[in-house]
């Protein structure tokens, strides 16, 4: 029930209805540990504390709870080597796909295309599509640990494609096909994949775009490829491209249904390969096992995100954002996944909520950056709609503000409002949603179950105030491994570098008597409206330019919910400054997707590093945001102090302005 929608930061806005309380995920699971004879106190503290207390019985009981089937020998629930090589459930097997499909019933799917087209797909449906395609896939050769790759948009396709991987014991990765080749190819030559599964074409705010050329030159970067399968139902006017590898249709693939057959894996084995967004190289490949992937998403679904069985699952989400993959394991808990083809917002953000309406979803996934421009437009989806199924509006890919929260109250109507954050790295959720308890402005609930989550100090201190996001304990789903990551030097550096023996993950946080808050990056990744983007993607592409020197993009959280991404550019002699921002402009429209244009495209006379070569990404970015020059480097360890004074001199008008906007 609604509180006050008007309520100040900090205080309550929303509090569950007391009446209802018991028949929500997280005191149905407390029921069930009680009836084991877990000493377990009321509300959600008292079961996140046990929880943390001994994860081996938390994560062991919700294996039960969730239905969730292990063959193999019982035995321990982890083993005993620390973070990062913990390994859960050794010798223990299961799949992934099968837990989704098996002995499921009911409608599984509705998808909706960008023109208004609705198919749904029921589970039998579901799961002879699934068998035909991996059928087709073993005829190939493709067994355990090969990988199928797709480019593929939010269809029902792109979710067959990767439960038949799954269901052979492949590995599965994705990209959605608004990504430009370069950053496809960045990605795909790391995994060596002997199928492709791809549209050569998709639909996007209303326009049918060929993607012939584009996929010709991602084959022929793929010397190891064998077979691809073309994907035509979503883009009818796109005729596939020739290329040199051999070509099977979709529609002729699955034209037999099959029941699948589902092969045994250990608890560990790889799944899929979700990729990092490229800050400081190449993209990083995050392996994550069958059974990590599963418990870690089941959990948020189930418990901190209370979706229940047949409820319609409606996430805004592209198949290259890691929301993607929770919103295609939302059958797993029975409820119906609500695939939205093209651009959801198309031609308004007043899209989304018709969808929802229309297909009666009871909880509605968006980004943050959604929610503000809803706000900032004066949309009231709670009086043009009928939104009386909906439940629950979950929120993540970047921090929501106060004014984010009230609009929601004001607007959309009595609603359970899930503020979180996560990441691709564990593909799920560090905190988040609390059923039972209320909801504050501007705050996120609780930390996750299981996940021992805390505030450090640069010194490895736990802090009452803001600090570094980490993660103390080990979660199931914390990535086996980064590909090609032979010696496990990329993963140390990645998350244990700071804190031996303790995840960092890069956010930081705030965490009070109040609820949780996330401040904003603590590294230098990119945030262009809850998608996260890479640096070192942009660099790549705007640096190859006979125009351009150097190049360094930064992305600023400004304010509550403010973002700025300029883009500075070094220019080589003799250039004309409009002449090289068109250029960048066209190559990464052309290479990347234009989700990655800059805010603004600043020439500079050079690019600040230190003295070994690195580019100061993240004190440019602590000095747009405001910050004094001394506090954010040591002018001794640059390679020209002169150089960064401009940068702050600079830096000192663009935030003035930005705090005046």
């Known amino acids: 029930m609604i509180v006050d929608s008007a309520a100040p930061d900090g205080e309550i806005i929303w509090r569950p209805d007391p009446r209802t309380m018991a028949d929500t995920g997280t005191e149905r699971f407390a029921e069930f540990l009680r009836a084991r004879g877990v000493p377990l106190g009321e509300g959600y503290r008292a079961l996140w504390e046990w929880s943390v207390a001994d994860p081996d019985a938390f994560w062991s009981s919700f294996v039960d709870f969730a239905g969730v089937r292990l063959g193999g020998e019982p035995g321990p629930v982890r083993d005993d080597h620390p973070m990062p090589e913990t ?6 097997t299961l799949n992934y796909a099968r837990h989704l499909l098996d002995g499921r019933d009911g409608l599984a799917l509705i998808a909706v295309a960008e023109d208004g087209a609705v198919e749904e797909v029921d589970f039998e449906e579901l799961r002879g599509r699934v068998g035909a395609l991996a059928a087709h896939l073993r005829s190939l050769g493709v067994g355990p640990g090969d990988r199928v790759t797709a480019v593929l948009p939010n269809i029902p396709e792109a979710v067959v494609a990767l439960l ?27 995994l060596e994949p002997k199928v492709l599964i791809a549209s050569p074409g998709y639909r996007l705010g209303g326009v049918d775009r060929d993607r012939g050329d584009e996929l010709s030159e991602l084959v022929a970067g793929l010397p190891e490829l064998q077979h691809i399968v073309w994907v035509t139902a979503n883009a009818p006017a796109v005729e596939p491209p020739e290329v040199a590898v051999p070509v099977s249709t979709w529609g002729a693939v699955v034209r037999e249904p099959m029941e699948p057959e589902y092969r045994e894996v250990e608890f560990s084995h790889p799944l899929w390969v979700l990729f990092s967004s490229g800050t400081t190289g190449i993209p990083k490949g995050i392996v994550h096992g069958h059974g990590g992937a599963l418990l870690e998403e089941l ?79 004066g949309l009231e989806p709670g009086k043009d709609h009928d939104l009386a199924a909906l439940r629950e509006v979950q929120v993540t890919g970047s921090p929501l503000s106060a004014e984010g929260f009230r609009w929601v109250y004001r607007s959309v109507g009595d609603v359970w409002l899930v503020s979180m954050s996560g990441g691709t790295d564990i593909v799920g959720c560090f905190v988040g949603g609390a059923p039972t308890e209320p909801v504050r402005v501007g705050y996120i609930q609780a930390p996750a179950l299981g996940v021992k989550v805390e505030s450090w100090d640069a010194d490895g201190r736990p802090t009452t105030g803001s600090g570094e996001l980490v993660v103390t304990e080990p979660m199931p789903s914390m990535p086996l491994w980064l590909w090609g990551d032979t010696d496990g030097s990329r993963y140390f550096a990645s998350y244990f570098e700071q804190y031996p023996g303790v995840w960092r993950h890069g956010d930081f946080i705030e965490i009070s008597d109040r609820g949780i808050r996330i401040l904003g990056r603590s590294d230098s990744t990119l945030n262009r409206n809850g998608i996260r983007l890479g640096s070192a993607d942009i660099h790549a592409v705007v640096e190859a330019l006979p125009e351009i020197a150097e190049a360094m993009v930064i992305g600023a959280e400004i304010g509550d919910e403010g973002y700025y991404m300029p883009l500075f550019l070094a220019l080589r002699p003799g250039v004309a400054e409009e002449d090289a921002r068109a250029a960048v402009v066209a190559a990464i429209r052309k290479n990347l997707s234009a989700r990655y244009l ?21 004190p440019i970015k602590r000095l747009l945001q405001g910050m004094a020059l001394e506090s954010v480097v040591d002018l001794g360890a640059v390679d020209d102090p002169i150089l960064l004074e401009e940068y702050a001199e600079l830096a000192r008008v663009k935030s003035g302005e930005l705090a005046r906007a």
Not at 165 to 183: D, H, N
Not at 605 to 611: E, L, V
């Open 164 to 190: 038949a991987t799954a269901s052979i014991g492949a590995i599965w990765s994705v990209c959605a096909p608004e990504f430009g080749s370069g950053a496809i190819i960045s990605r795909f030559t790391q």
């Open 299 to 377: 959990e948020l679904l189930m418990l901190g995100g209370d979706v229940r069985k047949g409820d319609r699952y409606f996430g805004v989400a592209s198949t290259g954002w890691v929301v993607w993959n929770t919103l295609a394991s939302v059958i797993g808990v029975g409820a119906v996944a609500v695939l939205v083809d093209g651009n959801p917002a198309y031609p308004s953000a007043d899209r989304v909520w018709q969808v929802a309406a229309q297909t009666r979803a009871a909880v509605l996934g968006v980004g943050a950056g959604f929610v503000h421009a809803c706000a900032k437009s």
């Open 87 to 92: 390994r859960w459930f050794p010798g223990r």
């Open 598 to 618: 800059p805010d603004e495209i600043i020439v500079m006379r050079g690019i600040p590093h230190t003295r070994t070569g690195k580019k100061l990404e993240v």
